[in-house]
């Protein structure tokens, strides 16, 4: 429909050329002049002679002109009628918003991603108001925030998740307006393929940003994760504010990323706690604080069972002797249990970590990766150490640390709720306890055994995470969270358990039965943090839903028979008239 004969400017054009020849032939048409004379045979040379030229004939047009017009007109509406569409007749429009926190960046103090946006669906919405327009939120998860044809997206497209899913959202456009037009509206090319009914709109830029990437709070502790996303150097501060403020001053390489631990003072231990950073040069704001609340931090009870080789052991006791996040429990009643690979020889426990340490054990020399946004493999690095694992043991659960196609470490949820964590390391072989890898990981391990007690999983977490949160038996069947705004949701609780989705950045109360508790939510992201590749574009679909071709049809046809009766009226009154002379 680009093209000039695919619009209905080419019938009112060839209608308007015609209708002007018409005009011009009855105005200047040309005429005999004449000649008075006494007598004929006065005249020696009788020849009409024609004068041609700009004669203008001031007299009244007859009725054969008027149909003549008529008829013109009428056919250059039958040419151009059929795009000469209602916008309640066009495909219906489906708009995809980017919703992460990257489409807010300002650089340069110029207009963000979303207000260019915004400013784009104004004029869609102006150009054609009637079209049914709906708008669909790409965040953690895709949403439908408007569907009519007053539509407003910008009280509900607030880009503030950690991630955009434009796979997902442009699925559930498509559901929603089958056989319409899609538009996707971004600010850096997306990674997926789009359909030929597709467009998208790019309006980011490459910016510098530096940004909080990960913060964890422990009991007194703070594991924090800066990076310096811009090709130069930057010094930025580092405040901490509790009830004395701290400040840090910072030098960052050009695109270095680094880990700090802060020490928490003892009277800052159990009050929460505000971490900023302030760069030179920063394109977002919302990634630069983060509230911290008291964690949790009661010691884990655990207890091991027995069967374990004497190595696994001494890994064991090496990591969880003097350990503050761990302490020993009677056989009985642990809250995390320890046991060998096998059937289970011990109690259940809310939490068990499986050692798979049997089979033919094999090293290789194949990267280790581990997955990252997961709780329990959060801030773990791939070790550089010897990591002995049979590659013919099959691992339950999902998959957190792999090498080639060797699961290293899983984890699954039992039917009653509890968490299984397996291992497959074989300890005589493998020197992966003499690596910071494996505090690391028992330190996660603690934080997800104290996920299971009541209330909330954990105190802080990221926007866009499900936060779950344990019910007491005695609480009820709902949860009443209070959002930080002010508004209150009511949350279903089924089997002892509720899920909290779409928190909002901000401190969020939570109440079931007489039991409180406060879950604090920050925007932390790598992915959009790097403005890199932020870029401006713009792409039209290669193949657009076109209109119902019963709509053109019947359109064409009032004009065609208008212009028909239009000509045979013409052709009758010139009838008549040969009949008169």
């Known amino acids: 429909m680009n093209l000039f004969f695919s619009t209905p400017y080419w019938g009112i054009a060839i209608g308007a050329t015609g209708a002007a020849a018409l005009v011009a032939l009855y105005l200047w048409r040309r005429r005999a002049a004449q000649f008075k004379v006494p007598a004929l045979f006065l005249w020696d040379l009788p020849e009409m002679r024609e004068r041609g030229g700009r004669r203008f004939m001031p007299r009244r047009p007859p009725l054969p002109f008027y149909l003549e017009l008529a008829a013109l007109l009428a056919m250059a509406f039958a040419s151009a009628g059929p795009f000469l569409l209602r916008p309640a007749d066009m495909p219906p429009l489906a708009v995809v918003l980017d919703d992460s926190f990257s489409m807010t960046a300002a650089a340069g103090q110029g207009e963000s991603p979303r207000a260019k946006g915004l400013a784009l669906a104004a004029q869609l919405r102006a150009a054609y108001p009637g079209r049914r327009m709906v708008f669909v939120t790409a965040g953690a998860e895709p949403r439908v925030v408007s569907d009519s044809e007053a539509a407003d997206p910008a009280a509900l497209w607030r880009c503030a998740d950690g991630h955009s899913d434009l796979a997902a959202a442009i699925a559930l456009a498509r559901g929603r307006v089958p056989g319409g037009e899609l538009l996707v509206i971004s600010d850096r090319v997306p990674e997926i393929e789009l359909g030929a009914d597709t467009g998208i709109a790019g309006f980011g830029s490459p910016s510098d940003n530096f940004a909080i990437l990960n913060v964890r709070r422990g009991a007194d502790r703070i594991l924090l994760e800066i990076g310096n996303f811009s090709g130069r150097a930057q010094t930025a501060e580092l405040r901490v504010s509790g009830r004395r403020e701290q400040r840090e001053k910072l030098e960052f390489a050009p695109g270095e990323r680094r880990r700090l631990l802060l020490k928490i003072p003892s009277e800052e231990r159990n009050m929460p706690l505000?971490?900023?950073?302030?760069?030179?040069?920063?394109?977002?704001?919302?990634?630069?604080?983060?509230?911290?609340?008291?964690?949790?931090?009661?010691?884990?009870?655990?207890?091991?069972?027995a069967g374990f080789s004497e190595a696994a052991l001494a890994d064991l006791h090496a990591v969880l002797d003097g350990n503050p996040e761990f302490v020993p429990a009677a056989l009985s009643a642990p809250e995390l249990m320890f046991i060998p690979s096998g059937p289970p020889s011990a109690p259940a426990a809310p939490a068990r970590l499986v050692w798979h340490e049997s089979g033919a054990a094999a090293a290789t020399a194949d990267l280790i990766t581990v997955k990252?946004?997961?709780?329990?493999?959060?801030?773990?690095?791939?070790?550089?150490?010897?990591?002995?694992?049979?590659?013919?043991?099959?691992?339950?659960?999902?998959?957190?640390?792999?090498?080639?196609?060797?699961?290293?470490?899983?984890?699954?949820?039992?039917?009653?709720?509890?968490?299984?964590?397996?291992?497959?390391?074989?300890?005589?072989?493998?020197?992966?306890?003499?690596?910071?890898?494996?505090?690391?990981?028992?330190?996660?391990?603690?934080?997800?055994?104290?996920?299971?007690?009541?209330?909330?999983g954990y105190a802080n977490t990221r926007h866009g995470e499900l936060v779950p949160v344990i019910v007491p038996p005695e609480a009820g069947i709902s949860v009443k969270v209070t959002l930080p705004d002010g508004t209150v949701r009511n949350v279903p609780a089924v089997g002892g358990r509720a899920y909290l989705a779409e928190l909002p950045t901000g401190v969020s109360g939570i109440e079931a039965g007489t039991r409180k508790w406060e879950v604090a939510v920050s925007n932390f992201s790598a992915a959009e943090s790097d403005l890199a590749g932020s870029a401006t574009f713009r792409s039209k679909p290669e193949n657009p839903p076109e209109p119902d071709e019963g709509v053109r049809h019947s359109l064409a046809f009032v004009g065609v028979l208008l212009a028909l009766l239009l000509l045979a009226l013409h052709q009758w009154l010139f009838a008549q008239k040969g009949r008169t002379v």
Do not use: M, Q
Request: aromatic residues 6%.
């Open 372 to 456: 990252s946004g997961d709780r329990l493999s959060d801030g773990l690095s791939s070790p550089e150490a010897r990591w002995a694992a049979d590659p013919a043991e099959t691992l339950p659960g999902e998959p957190l640390a792999r090498r080639g196609r060797t699961a290293l470490l899983t984890r699954s949820v039992r039917t009653d709720g509890g968490v299984d964590v397996h291992l497959n390391l074989l300890a005589p072989k493998s020197t992966v306890a003499a690596t910071p890898f494996w505090p690391e990981l028992f330190f996660n391990l603690a934080a997800e055994t104290r996920a299971l007690r009541p209330g909330p």
């Open 274 to 305: 505000k971490v900023e950073i302030f760069p030179e040069s920063d394109a977002l704001d919302c990634d630069n604080r983060a509230i911290l609340l008291p964690e949790d931090c009661t010691p884990v009870k655990y207890a091991i069972a």
